[in-house]
Structures are given as C-alpha cells and as structure tokens.
C-alpha cells in the first residue's frame, strides 16, 4: 500500500486533514506509524516540491540527507529529532514537536546536523560483559560503563561514528520537552517525580516559564538549552 486516507494519519503529521482524501503511506522505518514520510516534510512543510512525483525526484537527486545518510525513497519515514540535511542548500533541520504534537522543524547550524539526540527506552547486557542500550529511534550502541546510564535517559550520537559523545541524565532538575499527550511541545524542567508501583506509569510535574503542567515519564525527552530556541545562524 502506498497510500492512506489523511484522517487516519497520525496526529503527528503535519498536514491537511480535509483538502484531499489521500495522502502517502509511510514506508518502512524505526519511527513506525508515527514517522512522517520525506514527501510530506518536502511538500506540506517546506514547500519545496508540489507534488509526490517531483518529490521523487529532487529524492533520487540525491542530495538530501536524513541522520547522516543519503536517501533514495521519498517514502522514507522521519521522525522526532531526526536531522535533515540540504548540503546543496546549506539548510539543515531538527525534527522537533510543536503544540499539539505535530512534527515541525527547527533550522540548526551545520555543526549541529553532524549529532542527533536520542531517549534510551532500554538497557540489556550482552556478550563480553558490554551493556547494549536501545534507542526510540531503532538504533543500538553498546557501552561500558552501564551503570551511567539509565531508561529515560538521552544520548547525543555522532553521526558519522556512532558513538555517544554527549549524556543528558533524567531526573528532578532536567530539562525536558514533552512530545505526547496534551502537552506535546511544551519545554520545562523536572520538579518532581512520583513514583507508583506496579504498572502504574510514573508522574512528572513539570516546572516551565509559564507555570507548570504534569504528565508521564514516557511523553518526555531530555533535552539541553540547544534544543530550546534552535541553533541555526542567524
């Protein structure tokens, strides 16, 4: 299937629910159904191309770029803190939730388009004593010293090598972005964290500039002041 009726897209996607029947199915990725596919992202928030048909070839022009790799299917699903890169532009983005919980973009500078941040959602150790920590975004990186990481962490990944060169710890006094429920795209720091036992998901309150808002562990990101305000120059 390569397409779908817009009104049962994701929440996620930016686009029109009523102008047109169909939009594109995304094809296969990390990000499942609630990655966007590139088509999207060209057409309905750059305005780069009008159509799917001219988004398939500015794609297999080959100079588009997403998470350090170059792409060839405008099908390809793009999710958050994806890095979207137009060498030939010099444009480069940060996948990032707005209100709502729509995917939006934030223009970064190229030395930010060479690192992506990613939640840790799991940890397990693995032969030769190693520790493999599993990301939101599908990937994997293995680490020695397991025990400075923990779920719900995030990591800053090199692109190019893959390696961690950045640890954002969660816990009271993190900076975090809420990227579900109904505070999707609101920004604060961790005041408190309660914890229920049993299956019961824990709470957060959430300090902003605004007041505060309260939701749970696992509508948050950890984030660093460099996701705040974006970091493109100006």
Do not use: C
Request: hydrophobic share 35%; proline share 4%.
């Amino acid at each position: 299937m390569t397409h779908k009726k817009r009104l049962a897209a994701p929440n996620t996607w930016p686009i029109e629910r009523k102008t047109e029947t169909f939009t594109v199915h995304a094809g296969a990725g990390p990000h499942g159904e609630s990655g966007v596919p590139l088509v999207i992202i060209l057409r309905d928030i750059l305005g780069y191309v009008d159509t799917a048909k001219e988004a398939k070839y500015a794609v297999r022009s080959g100079y588009i770029g997403v998470n350090g790799s170059v792409v060839t299917d405008h099908r390809q699903p793009v999710g958050l803190f994806d890095i979207i890169t137009f060498d030939e532009r010099g444009e480069y983005y940060r996948v990032f939730p707005e209100a709502g919980g729509r995917l939006s973009l934030t223009p970064i500078d190229p030395a930010s388009a060479e690192t992506k941040l990613s939640k840790v959602t799991d940890k397990q150790q693995v032969a030769g004593g190693r520790t493999q920590l599993s990301l939101h975004d599908g990937r994997t990186v293995l680490v020695d010293d397991a025990g400075d990481y923990n779920t719900h962490d995030s990591v800053i990944i090199d692109l190019e090598s893959g390696d961690i060169v950045h640890h954002l710890p969660y816990g009271e006094g993190s900076m975090v972005t809420a990227v579900a429920g109904s505070h999707a795209g609101e920004i604060g720091v961790i005041e408190v964290i309660e914890v229920h036992p049993g299956s019961s998901a824990n709470t957060l309150r959430v300090e902003t500039d605004d007041g505060f808002f309260e939701t749970i562990e696992e509508y948050v990101v950890v984030i660093d002041e460099n996701f705040t305000d974006g970091d493109a120059d100006e």
